[in-house]
C-alpha cells in the first residue's frame, strides 16, 4: 500500500502550530479568567502569596450522581497552637497579613541555635536562616518538621487542584508540651482542643471576608455529609474537624488507674460534637485510660517511651503476638535529650524482639467511649491503636456493623484492611513518595475494586511526620510545569510565594500548595489509575460518614428471652452464673458453663423470627469450636454458622436469613481449660 505523501511545513509553521496546540491544551477555559469568577477573591491581602492556578473549579457530580475529588483524611491545620504554641512555627493565616502569618519562632532567631525540636527531629544543630517571608531560604521544606506548612493561599491551591474533603485533626500532647523548654500558654490537651476548633472557625471567617462576605469562600466547616456533599457540588472545600490527642477528656491513666470515668467520657464527646468535630482518635503516642498504643519506631519511638513513662508512670509493656497482626517494633535507639528527662535511676527497658505487641487493649472504658461515639454517629480512628484494641474496636463495630471506621495515615497493621472496607469504613495512605504510594495502592487495589470503594491520602502536614522529598531535576518522567488537574479544568504552575518559587522536582512536598504537584507526580511515577481512585475519595469518605449518621442499632430479639443451658457453675450462692445473664443487657453479670467440652446455651425468641445475625461476647473462658444452631420446634437442629478457630472476644456469626424460633449456642471444643462463658449474646434480623 502507498503511504501518502505530506508537504514538509517551515520551522516557523511548525513553532506556531506548536504554540498554538499548548495553549489550547494549557490555557484556561472560555471565559474563566474574568476577575469577578466566583473563585477569585475580592480583596485578597496585599502582598500574599500567589496561588498560580488558573481555570474554574469544578462543581457538581459526574454522571452516577457521586461527588468528585480528593480526600486529604489526616492534616493539622492548627497545630502551631497546640504543644504550647512554639513547637511548630507560623500560622496558617494572620489579620496581619503574610509576614506576620509565615515567621519563624522567635527563639530560632538569629540562626536557629535554639531551634532545639528542629534539630531533635530533623538532626544535624538546628541551624537555619529563620527568615520566612519573602525570602523562605530554608522553611517551609519536606524535611522540616516545625515550620508552617498550611498557610490558606496554599490551602486554597490544593482545593483548586482538585481537592474537596480536607479532614483537619485538632491535635496536641500534654507532655510533650510540658518538657518543651518554649511555650507561650498552658498544656491542658482540651483547652487546646477547644482553641484549635474556635481558630479553624476563625480562619473560615477570614476567607469569606476575602470573598465578600459570610458564606461566599471555599473553606466550609462541615457537620454532617450532606451538608458536605452540597457544599463539594458548589466547587468548593468541605471542611471535617476531628481530634487526635494523647489523652482525650482528662483520660489519662497513672500506674494503670484511670483518671476519668464515664461521665467524663460523655461530657468530653458532647462538647466535641458541639464543636463540630464528627472524627477522633481515643489513643495516641501514649497508652492512657481507653487504649493502648501502636509503638512508634526508633529514636522517636523511644522519646515517646520516655514521655509515656513521665506521663503514666509506666513504660510500654509487650507480650507475643496471637495472631498475624503486630505492633510496630518498639525504638530501641537511644533518645539522649528525652532521656535526660527521666527520674534518677530510671531508664527505658529493653524489649524482646519476638513480643511485637502492646499488652494493652481496648479497656472497659474505651469500650464505652466507642459505644459513645456510635450512639453520636461520630467516626473512630484506628490508626495509633494497638493490635489488641483495634482488634476489640473492629468486633464491637461488626456486632452492629456500624460502618464508622477510618485509618487515615498508615498507622494501623495493614492486615485490617479488608475488615475496616468489609464495615463499610474509609482507608487512606499516608502521603508517602510517588514509588512508595503508588506500590502500596496497588497493593490494595483488589480490594478496593472489590468493594467498591476510593483512595485517599494523609499529608499529616504540620503533624512532624515527614514528607515526599524531590526524585530530582535529571528524574526521566519528572513533573512537567505547567499542568492540568485531574479534571482537566484548571492549569497549575510552580507555586510562589515572596520571591521563593518551589518545583516539586527539586523542592520535594514542601507545604500543602504542592498536594497538587505531588499527585500529578503519582500520576507519573505509579499511574492514571491510582490518580482515578484518589479522585473518587471525597465520594467514598462521604459514604462512611453517611452510613454512620444512617446507622440505626438493630433491635436484639434476645434480650430479656427465655433462656436454658447444659450446666451453669455455681461457686456461691450470692453470685448466679445462670443461663438468663448471658441475655440481660447487663456486661457485669454472665453465663458459665461447667469446666467439660459439649456445652450449650439456647434461646427461645417467643415466636419465628428472622435471624441473621448473632453476636457473642466471651468472657475469659470462651470457645474455641463451636456451632450457631437454629430450630423451630425446639428439637430438630440445622447449623446457620461455626468455626473452629474462635479466640475469644467479641464475635459476630452473620449468615443467609432464616426463620427460626429459637438459637442455640452448641460448644464443641474450649479454648482454656475452663468452661463456657458468655457476658452476652445477641440475636438481630438486620
Same mark, same amino acid.
Given at each position: 500500500?502507498?503511504?501518502?505523501?505530506?508537504?514538509?511545513?517551515?520551522?516557523?509553521?511548525?513553532?506556531?502550530?506548536?504554540?498554538?496546540?499548548?495553549?489550547?491544551?494549557?490555557?484556561?477555559?472560555?471565559?474563566?479568567?474574568? *476577575?469577578?469568577?466566583?473563585?477569585?477573591?475580592?480583596?485578597?491581602?496585599?502582598?500574599?502569596?500567589?496561588?498560580?492556578?488558573?481555570?474554574?473549579?469544578?462543581?457538581?457530580?459526574?454522571?452516577?450522581?457521586?461527588?468528585?475529588?480528593?480526600?486529604?483524611?489526616?492534616?493539622?491545620?492548627?497545630?502551631?497552637?497546640?504543644?504550647?504554641?512554639?513547637?511548630?512555627?507560623?500560622?496558617? $493565616?494572620?489579620?496581619?497579613?503574610?509576614?506576620?502569618? &509565615?515567621?519563624?519562632?522567635?527563639?530560632?532567631?538569629?540562626?536557629?541555635? &535554639?531551634?532545639?525540636?528542629?534539630?531533635?527531629?530533623?538532626?544535624?544543630?538546628?541551624?537555619?536562616?529563620?527568615?520566612?517571608?519573602?525570602?523562605?531560604?530554608?522553611?517551609?521544606?519536606?524535611?522540616?518538621?516545625?515550620?508552617?506548612?498550611?498557610?490558606?493561599?496554599?490551602?486554597?491551591?490544593?482545593?483548586?487542584?482538585?481537592?474537596?474533603?480536607?479532614?483537619?485533626?485538632?491535635?496536641?500532647?500534654?507532655?510533650?508540651?510540658?518538657?518543651?523548654?518554649?511555650?507561650?500558654?498552658?498544656?491542658?490537651?482540651?483547652?487546646?482542643?477547644?482553641?484549635?476548633?474556635?481558630? @479553624?472557625?476563625?480562619?473560615?471567617?477570614?476567607?469569606?471576608?476575602?470573598?465578600?462576605?459570610?458564606?461566599?469562600?471555599?473553606?466550609?466547616?462541615?457537620?454532617?455529609?450532606?451538608?458536605?456533599?452540597?457544599?463539594?457540588?458548589?466547587?468548593?472545600?468541605?471542611?471535617?474537624?476531628?481530634?487526635?490527642?494523647?489523652?482525650?477528656?482528662?483520660?489519662?491513666?497513672?500506674? *494503670?488507674? /484511670?483518671?476519668?470515668?464515664?461521665?467524663?467520657?460523655?461530657?468530653?464527646?458532647?462538647?466535641?460534637?458541639?464543636? =463540630?468535630?464528627?472524627?477522633?482518635?481515643?489513643?495516641?503516642?501514649?497508652?492512657?485510660?481507653?487504649?493502648?498504643?501502636? $509503638?512508634?519506631?526508633?529514636?522517636? =519511638?523511644?522519646?515517646?517511651?520516655?514521655?509515656? $513513662?513521665?506521663?503514666?508512670?509506666?513504660?510500654?509493656?509487650?507480650?507475643?503476638?496471637?495472631?498475624?497482626?503486630?505492633?510496630?517494633?518498639?525504638? &530501641?535507639?537511644?533518645?539522649?535529650?528525652?532521656?535526660?528527662?527521666?527520674?534518677?535511676?530510671?531508664?527505658?527497658?529493653?524489649?524482646?524482639?519476638? /513480643?511485637?505487641?502492646?499488652?494493652?487493649?481496648?479497656?472497659?472504658?474505651?469500650?464505652?467511649?466507642?459505644?459513645?461515639?456510635?450512639?453520636?454517629?461520630?467516626?473512630?480512628?484506628?490508626?495509633?491503636?494497638?493490635?489488641?484494641?483495634?482488634?476489640?474496636?473492629?468486633?464491637?463495630?461488626?456486632?452492629?456493623?456500624?460502618?464508622?471506621?477510618?485509618?487515615?495515615?498508615?498507622?494501623? *497493621?495493614?492486615?485490617?484492611?479488608?475488615?475496616?472496607?468489609?464495615?463499610?469504613?474509609?482507608?487512606?495512605?499516608?502521603?508517602?513518595?510517588?514509588?512508595?504510594?503508588?506500590?502500596?495502592?496497588?497493593?490494595?487495589?483488589?480490594?478496593?475494586?472489590?468493594?467498591?470503594?476510593?483512595?485517599?491520602?494523609?499529608?499529616?502536614?504540620?503533624?512532624?511526620?515527614?514528607?515526599?522529598?524531590?526524585?530530582?531535576?535529571?528524574?526521566?518522567?519528572?513533573?512537567?510545569?505547567?499542568?492540568?488537574?485531574?479534571?482537566?479544568?484548571?492549569?497549575?504552575?510552580?507555586? @510562589?510565594?515572596?520571591?521563593?518559587?518551589?518545583?516539586?522536582?527539586?523542592?520535594?512536598?514542601?507545604?500543602?500548595?504542592?498536594?497538587?504537584?505531588?499527585?500529578?507526580?503519582?500520576?507519573?511515577?505509579?499511574?492514571?489509575?491510582?490518580?482515578? *481512585? !484518589?479522585?473518587?475519595?471525597?465520594?467514598?469518605?462521604?459514604?462512611?460518614?453517611?452510613?454512620?449518621?444512617?446507622?440505626?442499632?438493630?433491635?436484639?430479639?434476645?434480650?430479656?428471652?427465655?433462656?436454658?443451658?447444659?450446666?451453669?457453675?455455681?461457686?456461691?450462692?450470692?453470685?448466679?452464673?445462670?443461663?438468663?445473664?448471658?441475655?440481660?443487657?447487663?456486661?457485669?453479670?454472665?453465663?458459665?458453663?461447667?469446666?467439660?467440652?459439649?456445652?450449650?446455651?439456647?434461646?427461645?425468641?417467643?415466636?419465628?423470627?428472622?435471624?441473621?445475625?448473632?453476636? &457473642?461476647?466471651?468472657?475469659?473462658?470462651?470457645?474455641?469450636?463451636?456451632?450457631?444452631?437454629?430450630?423451630?420446634?425446639?428439637? @430438630?437442629?440445622?447449623?446457620?454458622?461455626?468455626?473452629?478457630?474462635?479466640?475469644?472476644? !467479641?464475635?459476630?456469626?452473620?449468615?443467609?436469613?432464616?426463620?427460626?424460633?429459637?438459637?442455640?449456642?452448641?460448644?464443641?471444643?474450649?479454648?482454656?481449660?475452663?468452661?463456657?462463658?458468655?457476658?452476652?449474646?445477641?440475636?438481630?434480623?438486620?
Amino acid at each position: 500500500m502507498t503511504r501518502p505523501t505530506h508537504r514538509r511545513r517551515s520551522p516557523l509553521a511548525v513553532l506556531s502550530l506548536l504554540l498554538a496546540t499548548l495553549a489550547l491544551l494549557l490555557g484556561p477555559a472560555p471565559g474563566s479568567a474574568a *476577575d469577578t469568577s466566583w473563585w477569585n477573591p475580592v480583596a485578597r491581602p496585599a502582598p500574599d502569596s500567589e496561588v498560580n492556578v488558573t481555570g474554574e473549579p469544578f462543581k457538581g457530580t459526574n454522571a452516577r450522581g457521586e461527588v468528585r475529588g480528593f480526600v486529604d483524611a489526616h492534616n493539622h491545620i492548627m497545630s502551631n497552637e497546640a504543644f504550647g504554641g512554639r513547637l511548630i512555627c507560623g500560622k496558617p $493565616f494572620s489579620e496581619q497579613g503574610v509576614a506576620d502569618a &509565615l515567621k519563624d519562632c522567635p527563639e530560632h532567631y538569629p540562626d536557629g541555635s &535554639l531551634a532545639v525540636f528542629d534539630f531533635i527531629t530533623k538532626g544535624g544543630d538546628g541551624r537555619h536562616d529563620p527568615d520566612g517571608w519573602p525570602t523562605f531560604e530554608d522553611w517551609p521544606a519536606h524535611d522540616s518538621l516545625t515550620h508552617q506548612q498550611n498557610y490558606y493561599a496554599w490551602i486554597e491551591r490544593a482545593w483548586r487542584g482538585g481537592q474537596r474533603v480536607l479532614v483537619n485533626d485538632l491535635v496536641t500532647n500534654g507532655v510533650i508540651c510540658s518538657v518543651y523548654f518554649f511555650k507561650d500558654r498552658g498544656c491542658d490537651e482540651m483547652t487546646s482542643i477547644r482553641l484549635q476548633a474556635r481558630k @479553624t472557625y476563625e480562619m473560615q471567617e477570614y476567607v469569606d471576608r476575602m470573598f465578600g462576605g459570610p458564606g461566599k469562600g471555599w473553606f466550609r466547616i462541615v457537620t454532617d455529609s450532606a451538608q458536605a456533599r452540597e457544599v463539594i457540588e458548589q466547587g468548593k472545600l468541605a471542611v471535617v474537624l476531628g481530634v487526635e490527642t494523647s489523652e482525650p477528656f482528662g483520660c489519662k491513666q497513672i500506674l *494503670d488507674v /484511670a483518671q476519668c470515668d464515664r461521665d467524663d467520657i460523655d461530657r468530653g464527646l458532647d462538647e466535641l460534637h458541639r464543636l =463540630g468535630v464528627r472524627s477522633m482518635f481515643l489513643c495516641h503516642k501514649f497508652d492512657n485510660a481507653l487504649c493502648g498504643v501502636r $509503638f512508634d519506631e526508633g529514636a522517636l =519511638g523511644t522519646a515517646i517511651n520516655v514521655g509515656q $513513662f513521665l506521663s503514666t508512670g509506666t513504660f510500654w509493656k509487650t507480650e507475643k503476638c496471637t495472631g498475624p497482626q503486630q505492633d510496630n517494633p518498639i525504638g &530501641l535507639a537511644a533518645a539522649p535529650t528525652a532521656e535526660r528527662e527521666l527520674p534518677a535511676g530510671v531508664s527505658v527497658p529493653a524489649y524482646a524482639a519476638d /513480643a511485637r505487641c502492646n499488652t494493652r487493649g481496648l479497656t472497659e472504658l474505651g469500650e464505652y467511649a466507642v459505644r459513645g461515639m456510635m450512639e453520636r454517629k461520630m467516626m473512630l480512628e484506628i490508626d495509633h491503636m494497638s493490635v489488641k484494641a483495634a482488634g476489640r474496636t473492629l468486633d464491637i463495630l461488626e456486632s452492629v456493623s456500624y460502618p464508622g471506621v477510618l485509618s487515615s495515615h498508615s498507622w494501623m *497493621d495493614l492486615d485490617w484492611t479488608e475488615r475496616v472496607y468489609g464495615l463499610g469504613g474509609f482507608i487512606a495512605q499516608y502521603m508517602h513518595g510517588a514509588e512508595g504510594f503508588g506500590a502500596e495502592a496497588r497493593r490494595t487495589d483488589a480490594l478496593r475494586e472489590k468493594y467498591g470503594v476510593g483512595y485517599g491520602y494523609g499529608t499529616d502536614m504540620n503533624g512532624v511526620g515527614g514528607w515526599p522529598g524531590p526524585r530530582g531535576a535529571d528524574t526521566p518522567n519528572p513533573v512537567r510545569y505547567p499542568f492540568r488537574s485531574t479534571d482537566g479544568g484548571s492549569v497549575l504552575d510552580r507555586q @510562589t510565594t515572596g520571591v521563593r518559587t518551589w518545583d516539586l522536582n527539586t523542592d520535594g512536598a514542601s507545604h500543602y500548595g504542592l498536594v497538587p504537584d505531588w499527585i500529578e507526580d503519582v500520576r507519573l511515577v505509579a499511574g492514571q489509575d491510582v490518580v482515578d *481512585d !484518589l479522585f473518587r475519595g471525597a465520594e467514598s469518605y462521604l459514604d462512611t460518614w453517611g452510613g454512620s449518621e444512617r446507622h440505626r442499632a438493630g433491635v436484639n430479639l434476645a434480650a430479656n428471652a427465655a433462656a436454658s443451658a447444659s450446666t451453669s457453675e455455681w461457686w456461691t450462692p450470692f453470685v448466679s452464673y445462670a443461663p438468663g445473664r448471658a441475655v440481660d443487657g447487663d456486661r457485669g453479670t454472665r453465663w458459665a458453663s461447667e469446666w467439660s467440652d459439649g456445652q450449650w446455651l439456647r434461646i427461645d425468641l417467643g415466636a419465628p423470627r428472622l435471624v441473621k445475625r448473632v453476636t &457473642l461476647d466471651w468472657e475469659r473462658a470462651y470457645g474455641k469450636a463451636y456451632r450457631v444452631e437454629l430450630s423451630d420446634d425446639g428439637t @430438630t437442629w440445622r447449623t446457620a454458622w461455626s468455626t473452629t478457630t474462635g479466640d475469644g472476644g !467479641l464475635d459476630t456469626a452473620r449468615f443467609a436469613g432464616t426463620t427460626a424460633r429459637h438459637v442455640r449456642i452448641q460448644g464443641v471444643e474450649r479454648g482454656t481449660g475452663w468452661g463456657y462463658s458468655l457476658v452476652e449474646v445477641g440475636v438481630f434480623s438486620s
